[in-house]
């Protein structure tokens, strides 16, 4: 069975996130059900370089699908991109995979960004895109905090309960925190994170934002790998999936 | 009665457009609904700088609302923005306006933003705020196609048969087009636009930046005067009204 590649965008909002569940719509069900028209009616295996959550919206998420017949990528990219209509997902690229490529265990990068509105009025242009937090955050303070959570660490303080990675050892290669007109952007890169690692590095860094902790507060907690001492989940509509890198990257078009 | 300034962000999606109507809920009403909770239960009037279209969205439409009692635009702005809940409206700014000053003719300059996603996939992020168009853009070509447009003309050709303005004459002070990244930008300045005139101008540029037709072309248009003879009126959920400047700026908070 040939095997391929995409790259999808989509809105986190309507979805119960990537992962089929019984309680609603996921993006792996709407890219299934189109896929299948391509496939003989038959629902192709599918899998995703990262499991978003409900809220968690994506530019760059990759994942793979079995088909049972060969098809152009060009074709395959086109007709999934109208299938998956109405629904706010798109198919922005398509490969045939590279011999032995796997979507996500191939991965060898992976990139978040979390946009945080800090302005007094709510959001109505980015409602659904952004966390709104009305009070003034200093994001330098914010960004020297971010720093010392770089390299590699048990990141258990960061970790949701129902995170289900083996271990919590993780390397941060990146966590950049940047004021940009009305918004505080967070831009975060790792070869991969666990569950909520992102959300609870960035609820943690409000905290220090906001001038209630130091700019030493995050390492501690780090350090301490106590969950309950690190700040709240920041909420999921902030957080948007932006890039998957590959050492053989697919023949993208 | 006192008089005040107020700066807007919305969503075009939702509403008929900025001005009041029977057929649909208008950004107007939501606004002079919440006004009137703050003004004895009397709909105040409302006057704003332009009158967006439906579909049109707003980081920075400016208007007046003339208010019974003194009331402190800080809280004003935060009642406003609570009371206007749950639409996709928000205040941003507010102030006591200058003596004489008027939201609609005081204005000196107002900016429009449009965005052109300008790849194969559909939109799935931005999903009603761009236009999409599937065949690649030379903005390069239509950038120095807008140049030409510089300057006070007779801007007939790009007006909306709807057009009530006595004359056609305005003075284009900037339209610039710009790559950046799958999106092709286009900003334009003016003292004043004329109904549908940035939509008929993008629509114009886009066939040039198809190369359907020649960098001088829009100019051609511009001094037929003739309305028939301009690219199609481009889709109303890619504009952006971005700014409005005073001679006296309001004293925002």
């Known amino acids: 069975m040939p095997l391929y590649a995409l790259t999808l965008e989509y809105q986190g909002g309507p979805f119960v996130g990537w992962q089929r569940q019984d309680n609603g719509l996921s993006v792996q069900q709407v890219l299934e059900e ?6 003989g009616g038959v629902v192709p295996p599918v899998v995703a ?5 409900a809220g968690v919206h994506a530019e760059g998420q990759v994942v793979q699908v ?6 152009a990528p060009l ?6 991109d109208f299938h998956t209509r109405p629904h706010p ?10 011999e032995g490529w796997n979507a996500r265990f191939s991965a060898i990068r992976r990139g978040y960004r979390y946009r945080i509105l800090n302005r007094r009025a709510r959001p109505a242009l980015d409602d659904g895109r952004v966390w709104h937090v009305k009070a003034p955050l200093d994001a330098a303070a914010m960004h020297e905090a971010a720093q010392r959570l770089l390299g590699r660490h048990d990141f258990s303080a ?6 289900q990675a083996k271990s919590a050892l993780r390397t941060l ?6 004021r940009i007109g009305e918004e505080v952007v967070v831009t975060t890169e790792a070869r991969s994170f666990l569950h909520h690692q992102v959300r609870n590095m960035v609820g943690t860094l409000v905290e220090v934002g906001q001038g209630r902790r130091g700019v030493d507060w995050p390492r501690r907690v780090l350090d301490s790998a106590d969950r309950t001492r690190a700040g709240m989940t920041a909420p999921a509509e902030g ?5 998957v890198r590959y050492e053989r990257e697919p023949d993208w078009v």
């Open 34 to 39: 189109a896929a299948a028209k391509l496939n």
């Open 49 to 53: 370089a990262g499991r978003t959550d």
């Open 66 to 71: 079995a088909l049972e017949r060969e098809i």
């Open 75 to 80: 074709k395959l990219r086109e007709a999934l």
């Open 89 to 98: 997902l798109a198919i922005r690229r398509a490969a045939l995979a590279p």
């Open 158 to 163: 960061f970790r949701a309960a129902a995170c």
């Open 173 to 178: 290669d990146r966590l950049d925190v940047a």
């Open 239 to 243: 957080l948007c999936f932006i890039f």
